[in-house]
């Protein structure tokens, strides 16, 4: 496991897993809102499995091992992986909902990232292909941010608004979700660890709930978030 014994890297990471990064992530339940409408997800313990279950099925298993991939494409500027793996998380994603936030969140990082002058965002943000994972792994190249502390980031940062759309749909308290995300770390640690271990034909999303839950959320007579 890589550590960053490089402070400004560090910093860096920090600042694009902070939830004041302005991306729009905070507006996505990612189909969370329609399993607890539906009464799928009651309680903090459910609510725990769920984020779990999509960190061991969804995360560990498509967004780690195609992020990595367009990582160390960005590190040899290989353009011709990046689209390809960024198209394929793209024809991955289950519904329309899902779809539309990984472009969304992934033009608006690669639009932030250019006007904070970083190389090769200006080319990225007009790219059909660029998804959240594309631009992300260019910010993590660009800063120095090691893969494995960059996708550990990522997944913290994932399940941190996995839980804070769980807290404003339940009646869940403040410390109740934090008791949730202590308990996802040892599940974070190892969905990365697992990710980038596999190879490429292994790649791959077993979640139908997750499919389902974000297109039914499409038609949800009443919402708070957009997916």
Do not use: C
Request: charged share 20%; no cysteine.
């Amino acid at each position: 496991m890589e550590f960053i014994d490089n402070p400004q890297a560090q910093h860096r990471l920090w600042q694009l897993i902070s939830p004041a990064l302005p991306v729009g992530a905070y507006s996505y339940s990612q189909g969370l809102e329609y399993a607890i409408e539906s009464g799928w997800v009651n309680n903090e313990s459910d609510v725990a499995n769920w984020i779990s279950g999509l960190l061991e099925h969804v995360q560990s298993s498509l967004d780690i091992p195609v992020m990595q991939r367009i990582y160390n494409a960005w590190l040899i500027d290989d353009e011709s992986a990046i689209s390809q793996w960024s198209r394929f998380l793209l024809a991955s994603r289950e519904s329309a909902e899902l779809l539309a936030e990984d472009r969304q969140t992934g033009r608006s990082l690669a639009i932030l990232l250019s006007d904070l002058k970083m190389d090769r965002a200006e080319a990225l943000k007009t790219k059909d292909y660029v998804t959240y994972a594309t631009a992300l792994s260019l910010a993590g190249v660009q800063w120095s941010i090691p893969y494995d502390a960059l996708a550990r980031g990522y997944l913290w940062s994932w399940a941190e608004n996995q839980v804070a759309a769980a807290i404003k749909l339940l009646p869940l308290g403040q410390t109740a979700g934090q008791r949730i995300v202590l308990s996802l770390s040892h599940s974070i640690i190892a969905a990365v660890e697992h990710g980038m271990k596999l190879e490429d034909e292994d790649i791959g999303l077993l979640a139908p709930a997750l499919g389902i839950a974000s297109a039914l959320h499409e038609t949800q007579y009443s919402r708070l978030f957009r997916s």
